[in-house]
């Protein structure tokens, strides 16, 4: 079964500081992997997915992930944080044969000014 | 609609009564699923349905929960009898096609308090 650990609950970075979310799945196969922000009081928004090809994959708002095979990990990245990027993060991968996610617990950013 | 909607916003209801939740997808999107969150955690995959058939239901977490979906349109979760660890906030995404590439559009949830 496919699964997905965000292991850090909770990150506060200042403002303009680089920024790093981690994710890692389990997947029996080539996973299709996503990351979500969901901002308070609004719906989730992709970011960005990854499917095949070039392992760094560029999303919306500056935000970049990485896809490590041997690591079994996605990790999210910006280079600097702004104060607007205080929302929840989702990490999730996507089956094969069906288009149901498996999302993982969230992280929330705190943005200090 | 421009986006995915979902009605009521807000729901606050007795133990023990039935509700149903109601999903708008964006228009032309043949696939639909339903995930609830509790707070402080993750989504959790409830339904899926492929136009007006669920494939999927895997995640309904009990005979309580059931879905349908009409005219490849609207569809509603309903949850009888409910009861408090029903509380959580129902989100739905519809896609285009419905394959694991497809981007998922969620729309604003419903959150639900049984008392």
């Known amino acids: 079964a496919q699964s997905v650990t965000q292991p850090d609950i909770h990150i506060t970075v200042s403002e303009g500081a680089s920024l790093e979310l981690r994710c890692n799945y389990s997947?029996?196969?080539?996973?299709?992997l996503f990351w979500y922000v969901q901002s308070p009081g609004q719906g989730l928004q992709l970011l960005l997915k990854?499917?095949?090809?070039?392992?760094l994959v560029q999303g919306i708002k500056g935000f970049e992930a990485e896809f490590k095979r041997s690591q079994s990990s996605f990790n999210l990245r910006k280079p600097s944080v702004h104060w607007s990027d205080a929302a929840e993060y989702f990490c999730a991968v996507g089956a094969t044969n069906a288009g149901k996610s498996t999302f993982g617990d969230g992280t929330t950013l705190t943005v200090k000014p | 609609g421009a986006g995915v909607s979902q009605s009521p916003s807000n729901k606050v209801t007795e133990k023990g009564k039935d509700v149903e939740l109601r999903c708008d997808p964006i228009?032309?999107?043949?696939?639909l699923y339903w995930y609830r969150q509790r707070l402080g955690q993750g989504l959790e995959f409830l339904i899926y349905?492929?136009?007006?058939?669920?494939?999927?239901k895997s995640g309904l977490p009990s005979d309580r929960f059931s879905a349908e979906r009409t005219g490849e349109s609207v569809s509603t979760l309903t949850i009888q009898r409910t009861q408090q660890e029903d509380s959580a906030v129902y989100l739905c995404?519809?896609?285009?096609?419905?394959?694991?590439?497809?981007?998922?559009?969620f729309g604003p949830g419903t959150r639900l308090t049984v008392l």
């Open positions: 990854y499917f095949s090809g070039d392992t």
């Open positions: 349905f492929q136009g007006n058939s669920a494939p999927d």
């Open positions: 995404a519809s896609s285009l096609g419905g394959g694991p590439s497809d981007t998922q559009y």
């Open positions: 997947y029996g196969a080539t996973p299709y």
């Open positions: 228009s032309g999107h043949t696939a």
